[in-house]
Antibody
Framework: EVQLVESGGGLVQPGGSLRLSCAAS????????MHWVRQAPGEGLVWVSR????????TYADSVKGRFTISRDNAKNTLYLQMNSLRADDTAVYYC?????????????WGQGTLVSVSS | EIVLTQSPATLSLSPGERATLSCRAS??????LAWYQQKPGQAPRLLIY???NRATGIPARFSGSGSGTDFTLTISSLEPEDFAVYYC???????????FGQGTKVEIK
């Protein structure tokens, strides 16, 4: 059974840092692109970042470029999101998601999400 | 940047009725479009990938159509568990990035 379990969320002050983790199991983690998607309270889904299967290529939404870093450890089956210079508008539930293999688009498995709150 | 516009914002229907949800892209996205369902307090669930392909385990009452800039998600006969928010999503290349529409809420009339 495919499972994605996020952790690392919490309350942080503006300007602070946080690292999110996503532990993957039930599939060959090293074969899939992975993503982070966020959702502010009461709002819609926003794609944040993507990393390719071996970690050599990353892309970011403009809103987080230069502040967030996505990475992965295929030996540990874990995806990360390092978040620096956090702002109030980064407050959201952060989901990790697996990119569906063999298609142009579609995230076929999602974690349950971890809440990040940025406030003084 | 490609913008996805979903309509209507809210759709009020009764169980058994047909639901037709629209997603329009600001420029062509070919067939690089997916649809998701999200219920309160839950993660999104992939329904349709590549515009018209049902994901694993998705009932046949869900169908997707369209290409280029205009896409439709149809639920042929609403079941009680289908009342939720639905999002479309597109992928751009060079570099690869993704965007979501703002969502359509399907509520019980």
């Amino acid at each position: 059974e495919v499972q994605l379990v996020e952790s690392g969320g919490g309350l942080v002050q503006p300007g602070g840092s946080l690292r999110l983790s996503c532990a993957a199991s039930g599939f060959t983690f090293s074969s899939y692109w992975m993503h982070w998607v966020r959702q502010a309270p009461g709002e819609g889904l926003v794609w944040v970042s993507r990393v390719n299967s071996d970690g050599s290529s990353t892309t970011y939404a403009d809103s987080v470029k230069g502040r967030f870093t996505i990475s992965r450890d295929n030996a540990k089956n874990t995806l990360y999101l390092q978040m620096n210079s956090l702002r109030a508008d980064d407050t959201a539930v952060y989901y990790c998601a697996r990119d569906r293999s063999g298609s142009y688009t579609g995230f076929d498995y999602w974690g349950q999400g971890t809440l990040v709150s940025v406030s003084s | 940047e490609i913008v996805l516009t979903q309509s209507p914002a809210t759709l009020s229907l009764s169980p058994g009725e047909r639901a037709t949800l629209s997603c329009r892209a600001s420029q062509s996205v070919s067939s690089y479009l997916a649809w998701y369902q999200q219920k309160p307090g839950q993660a999104p669930r992939l329904l349709i990938y590549d515009a018209s392909n049902r994901a694993t385990g998705i009932p046949a009452r869900f169908s997707g159509s369209g290409s280029g800039t205009d896409f439709t998600l149809t639920i042929s006969s609403l079941e009680p568990e289908d009342f939720a928010v639905y999002y479309c999503q597109q992928r751009s290349n060079r570099p690869p990035t993704w965007t979501f529409g703002q969502g359509t809420k399907v509520e019980i009339k």
